[in-house]
């Protein structure tokens, strides 16, 4: 499957939204479709693409992983409703769970996240509803960094050679797979979405599990949602294109009350880019990490070491898994 790319100097925002419902009208017809939504901006954008081509057709659902931010469930299915747009929320965090357990593997958690996000929740939603069709925000980064082998994307199948209609039970629609990062932005602004999703930070779509080096458990998510929460706040005056916070595996020596402490140590990372193919680590003022390291060293008993990534992309990834 070839893609043509069409690149942000070429992109006519109001065309390619008059092409992209048509095209999602003409392929559901009269049947059902099922939407994938996380809150980010490449499936909010779909969203809207697809509640305008299909309206009542169309069934959107944020599936509760456990592998979200800290509220943010709840925000996104809020802030689509005051977009007309009714989100169903659900509640799968047991399943995902029981399905990392015990794997350490970055390509085998990845793995394990495609599985169940596709096959048994969206899989069961599918058979339940009876639509024949799920719309999703893959873009063409998702493409190449999958097919080069650099990590495997869970939303990326046609281009391995997986058929989604025989593995899945169901055609997937991917309206902005021609797009990076910065098209995406510029159709979501066109199509009225608020600045806080269209200038949204991307977050991968396995969630925090690509922030957890080693085993995903409830505990360790818990921890890295809380440093991702302080992180993100700490940092959201600073314009970067993204910003994280890593758990890292093994347990470092610390000191707390003069008592050794064998601790957690996050890694903060924060990236200047344009589209996530190529990116730089944010030269960020030592005032500003140093208060960052004290909040989430006080803020995170369980934390003893905070470091800073400073190493280019490539040769490193945006995300540690």
Request: net charge negative.
């Amino acid at each position: 499957m070839n893609i043509t790319e069409i690149p942000i100097s070429d992109l006519d925002p109001q065309q390619f939204i008059l092409n992209q419902v048509q095209h999602i009208a003409a392929s559901v017809g009269d049947g059902l479709a099922i939407n994938a939504l996380s809150g980010g901006v490449d499936s909010s954008t779909v969203t809207l693409l697809a509640h305008q081509a299909l309206g009542e057709k169309l069934k959107t659902y944020f599936i509760d992983s456990a592998l979200m931010r800290k509220g943010e469930p709840q925000q996104v299915v809020s802030t689509f409703a005051r977009l007309g747009v009714s989100v169903e929320l659900i509640d799968a965090r047991q399943e995902f769970l029981e399905a990392l357990q015990g794997i350490t593997d970055p390509e085998q958690k990845r793995e394990a996240v495609t599985q169940t996000f596709y096959k048994k929740v969206f899989g069961r939603l599918v058979r339940a509803s009876g639509a024949k069709h799920l719309l999703q925000g893959t873009i063409l980064t998702d493409v190449d960094e999958t097919v080069a082998g650099i990590k495997r994307q869970h939303n990326v199948f046609e281009q391995l050679g997986i058929d989604p209609q025989e593995a899945f039970g169901y055609k997937i629609i991917e309206p902005l797979i021609q797009l990076r990062k910065d098209g995406v932005r510029k159709v979501a602004q066109a199509l009225g979405l608020p600045a806080s999703i269209y200038g949204r930070m991307p977050f991968p779509g396995p969630g925090l599990a690509a922030r957890v080096i080693g085993e995903v458990t409830a505990e360790r998510l818990q921890l890295v949602r809380q440093a991702t929460a302080i992180v993100e706040a700490a940092l959201s005056t600073v314009g970067a294109f993204q910003c994280m916070a890593i758990l890292h595996e093994d347990r470092v020596t610390g000191i707390r009350e003069g008592r050794r402490q064998f601790g957690c140590q996050i890694e903060v990372r924060c990236w200047e880019s344009i589209d996530a193919r190529a990116g730089r680590p944010t030269h960020l003022p030592w005032d500003t990490l140093d208060l960052l390291s004290q909040s989430l060293l006080a803020e995170i008993p369980a934390v003893v070491s905070v470091t800073y990534n400073i190493a280019p992309k490539p040769p490193s990834t945006m995300e540690a898994v």
